[in-house]
Structures are given as C-alpha cells and as structure tokens.
C-alpha cells in the first residue's frame, strides 16, 4: 500500500516563510511527477507547482518567484518552499504523485491528506 503524507503548515505572518514537506512511502516501484496543489475555503482546488522525477519544474503565475519546489528521490520526497507569504496563500495544501507500485506495476495518482497554511495579514 502507498501513502502520500504531507507536513510543514502552519501559521505565518505576510512576508514570512514555510517549508512543506511530502513523503511518499510503501512499496514503490517508481515515483513520476509530483506536485503541490491548494484550495482555499469555497474555491476549486488549483496547481501550485509540479515537478517530473527528471527535475522540472512547472509554477503557477502566483506563486513564480516566490515558491520553489524540489525533489529528493532517495528519500521519495518533494519539499515547497515558500517565501513572501502573502494572505491569498491561505490554504489547505495537497500532495499529489504519480506512483508505481512494486506489488502490482499498477501506475496511479495518490493525493495526501492535506496541511494547512495560514497567512495573517
């Protein structure tokens, strides 16, 4: 079975700072794009940033030059660091990957539970 665990939300003031991490764990053949995504009270969920298992990145145009993502494949993890926080960031934030399982060779989209960032004005 694979799960999808984020961490790192929080409460921040505008201007501040948080870093979200996300963990995919089971047993995992391949792991293929990830990404962030949030949705904020009575809004659609939206992209925030993705990120192939090659490194590349794709940011939507409100979080560009604020908001990096990353990737460690030795630990299966994606990280969001997310700097100049602004309100408009408030938002639950998910975790979604592309994953293979091992026990199957099945490839399927995971999605976390979600954390939740603040930001106060």
């Known amino acids: 079975q694979v799960q999808v665990v984020e961490s790192g939300g929080g409460l921040v003031q505008a201007g501040g700072s948080l870093r979200l991490s996300c963990v995919a764990s089971g047993i995992i053949f391949r792991i293929n794009d990830m990404g962030w995504y949030r949705q904020a009270p009575g809004k659609q969920r939206e992209l925030v940033a993705t990120?192939?298992?090659?490194?590349?990145?794709n940011y939507a145009d409100s979080v560009k030059g604020r908001f990096t993502i990353s990737r460690d494949n030795a630990k299966n993890t994606i990280y969001l660091q997310m700097n100049s926080l602004k309100p408009e960031d408030t938002a639950a934030y998910y975790c979604?990957?592309?994953?293979?399982?091992?026990?199957?060779?099945?490839?399927?989209?995971?999605w976390g539970q979600g954390t939740q960032v603040t930001v106060s004005s």
């Open positions: 990120i192939t298992s090659g490194g590349d990145t």
């Open positions: 979604k990957g592309d994953i293979q399982q091992a026990s199957t060779w099945r490839t399927r989209v995971y």
